[in-house]
């Protein structure tokens, strides 16, 4: 069974611009959560989509978005890119329940 | 408002003794709590759970302990190897809904030869 795929790996912005990341979760999950690591700061939730509605959602501010397509993949989006956005973005799909996340291996987006 | 806490940011232990990482929480609905392992460049990997109907659950080398009246769970590594060097995470999960996966700050722990 392939696990989560996370594209691209590696991303560097230039602070204003926009991004967008994609996640293909495994097959059958229909939930993909969206969550921002920083050091320090742990891992913090941004959002989570399940058959194609935002079912969660952290406190993030609206530059922060995301989608779900009909096959399940997702993708998020950052617009008007700051300094702080620098993180490591981890996707995670989950069976219908919630009760445990597979992780993909993460985007790095450093914005400078 | 840091729901679920790993208050020790680092930990270093000599090789085949014990390892306990520790986490507090704070939300009293949390009833299903797990611990991930993460390595570099890698995303988190899934390595045991606890239902809050138990105090205890054991697979191998690993140990989570849970108090609910004290709102702590922790987590034993024994013997603990090199290849236990990672940063933990503990998260929770409250008992309605489909709740989302609250994540700790983590703890780095490196294993000494």
């Known amino acids: 069974k392939a696990g989560v795929t996370q594209t691209p790996r590696y991303l560097i912005k230039t602070r204003g611009q926009q991004v967008t990341l994609s996640c293909s979760p495994i097959?059958?999950?229909?939930?993909v959560s969206w969550y921002q690591q920083t050091p320090g700061q742990g891992l913090q939730f941004l959002f989570e989509?399940?058959?194609?509605?935002?079912?969660n959602k952290g406190n993030f501010p609206g530059r922060f978005s995301g989608r779900q397509f009909s096959n399940s993949r997702s993708e998020m989006n950052v617009s008007t890119l700051e300094l702080g956005d620098s993180a490591l973005y981890l996707c995670a799909s989950s069976s219908d329940d919630n009760y445990g996340y597979t992780f993909g291996s993460g985007t790095r987006l450093t914005v400078v | 408002d840091q729901q679920v806490k790993q208050n020790s940011p680092s930990l270093s232990v000599q090789e085949g003794r014990i390892s306990i990482l520790n986490c507090d929480y704070t939300?009293?609905?949390?009833?299903?709590f797990l611990w991930y392992k993460k390595y570099p460049a890698e995303g988190p990997t899934f390595l045991i759970s606890?239902?809050?109907?138990?105090d205890k659950n054991e697979d191998g080398r690993f140990t989570v302990f849970l108090n609910k009246s004290a709102k702590h769970l922790s987590l034993h590594i024994v013997p603990s190897q090199p290849g236990d060097s990672a940063v933990y995470f503990c998260a929770a999960r409250a008992n309605f809904g489909n709740e989302k996966l609250t994540f700790g700050t983590g703890t780095r722990l490196t294993i000494i030869p």
């Open positions: 989509y399940f058959s194609e509605t935002q079912r």
């Open positions: 939300n009293s609905m949390f009833d299903y």
């Open positions: 606890i239902s809050s109907i138990k």
């Open positions: 097959s059958g999950h229909r939930s």
